[in-house]
């Protein structure tokens, strides 16, 4: 479980400010949320300050889309074992592969329950660093 005292920090990626409202609402009390609307946007955020410990993100984004997105947080170094995690409704089952391939760790779907997200998200979390 996480620790309470330590919350970790979760980078939310989506143009849509009500979408970002929710997950804050629902992984507040498990993360310390941080949130971008754009590729370009979540690029800067997840180099700056502390290095986010999961980041969560739309394919469908303005400027640089999702998949580009982690195409460039796999080429820097302090971000490459940084859990990547797809929430979307928008993507064909061929780039799956593609998305593995670049370490993607889970897609899950839009809509969601947002119970059983935030528990999606504590069991990736708790995989990926015990």
Same mark, same amino acid.
């Given at each position: 479980m996480l620790a309470e005292d330590d919350p970790k920090t979760v980078l939310v990626v989506d143009d849509t400010p009500e979408n970002i409202d929710?997950?804050? $609402?629902?992984?507040?009390?498990?993360?310390?949320? /941080?949130?971008?609307t754009s590729g370009e946007t979540a690029l800067k955020a997840a180099r700056a300050g502390r290095r986010p410990d999961l980041i969560l993100l739309d394919v469908m984004l303005p400027q640089m889309d999702g998949i580009e997105l982690v195409r460039q947080l796999a080429d820097l170094v302090d971000l490459q074992?940084?859990?990547?995690?797809?929430?979307? $409704?928008? @993507?064909?089952?061929? /780039?799956?592969?593609?998305? /593995?391939? @670049? $370490?993607? /760790?889970q897609v899950l779907g839009k809509p969601f329950d947002p119970l059983q997200l935030a528990t999606q998200l504590r069991q990736i979390w708790e995989a990926e660093h015990g």
């Open positions: 929710i997950l804050k $609402g629902i992984l507040g009390p498990y993360f310390s949320v /941080r949130a971008a074992q940084t859990p990547v995690v797809f929430l979307t $409704g928008h @993507l064909q089952p061929e /780039r799956l592969q593609e998305l /593995r391939q @670049l $370490g993607v /760790r």
